[in-house]
């Protein structure tokens, strides 16, 4: 609810808002171990540049300006060092950009999907019922990209590793064979998790995906505010058709970045570069689509 609420335009650094919902969420996903005995550490900090503290980028890009802090008691500061932190703040903040772009294309609802949608509230003509099934099928295509990407890093990526690390631990005797095994689970997740320099090819194809479901939710809303404004169904077919196109001209643009990240996938795997990533082309690439397209 209070997510659903922070519009897109409006002034927001209200931290506090985000650590009442960050210490909810952990007390959710809390296992044996009651928050209470760290929550007190945690803390999620916005980044001001702007005046008066606000934040001056826009889009996923303002997703950068927050920051997990933990104050780490010692002696796990020995092990959960701040170049830890920070990596772990890459992480999280990816994870959190592709949930972004999946809230944003979910909020993409009322408009010509079935019953009390486009078709039952306006009368359209075969230009504009093609478009819009154009856009339909392009908000699928996109959440199936969301979904498998935060499919591979949430599965693939961190609950394996995290396994792995903590099947791991019984074995250590000290706290430098311990910091020792985290930092090659930290660098395991960094690594799968596209962060590194070297996985840059692929990081900025799917990046540029991203953008566009937010560029395509922002587009959908123009759409929207065209027909609530027309309750009666009555509203002039010229700007109804450019929203529509508008929509639909993003078919190829997003084609061409994901046939790009398949291609790039696809040589890593063969070249054994990226053996990790094979689970995520077969998903995102089923039955080789995209070099058809």
Not at 35 to 51: E, R
Not at 154 to 175: C, G, H, P, Y
Not at 235 to 264: D, R, Y
């Amino acid at each position: 609810e209070d997510i659903a609420g922070m519009k897109e335009g409006e002034a927001w650094h209200d931290a506090s808002v985000l650590n009442r919902l960050f210490r909810d969420a952990m007390h959710l996903v809390g296992d044996d171990e009651p928050y209470s005995a760290f929550g007190d550490l945690l803390s999620i900090t916005v980044l001001t540049d702007g005046p008066e503290g606000t934040v001056q980028e826009r889009g996923l890009q303002t997703l950068d300006a927050l920051q997990l802090v933990y104050r780490v008691p010692f002696p796990s500061s020995i092990v959960i060092t701040p170049d830890c932190l920070s990596q772990y703040n890459h992480v999280a903040r990816f994870l959190l950009v592709i949930k972004r772009a999946k809230f944003a294309l979910e909020g993409c609802v009322g408009v010509g999907l079935g019953r009390g949608g486009l078709e039952d509230r306006l009368i359209v003509g075969e230009t504009s019922a093609t478009y819009l099934h154009a856009m339909q099928l392009l908000r699928a295509r996109l959440l199936h990209f969301v979904n498998n990407l935060q499919y591979y890093l949430v599965n693939r990526v961190l609950q394996s590793a995290w396994v792995e690390f903590t099947s791991k631990i019984q074995s250590m005797v000290d706290l430098d064979d311990l910091a020792l095994l985290h930092k090659e689970y930290l660098e395991v997740i960094y690594e799968r998790s596209l962060l590194v320099p070297r996985m840059a090819a692929v990081m900025t194809p799917i990046m540029r995906v991203l953008n566009m479901c937010m560029k395509f939710r922002t587009r959908w809303n123009v759409l929207a505010a065209i027909i609530d404004a027309h309750p009666n169904g009555n509203a002039p077919a010229k700007p109804l058709e450019q929203a529509l196109l508008a929509l639909k001209t993003m078919e190829a643009e997003v084609a061409q970045c994901i046939s790009l990240l398949v291609i790039v996938i696809k040589k890593a795997v063969q070249q054994k570069t990226a053996p990790h990533l094979e689970d995520m082309l077969l998903r995102i690439n089923y039955n080789d689509y995209y070099p058809r397209i």
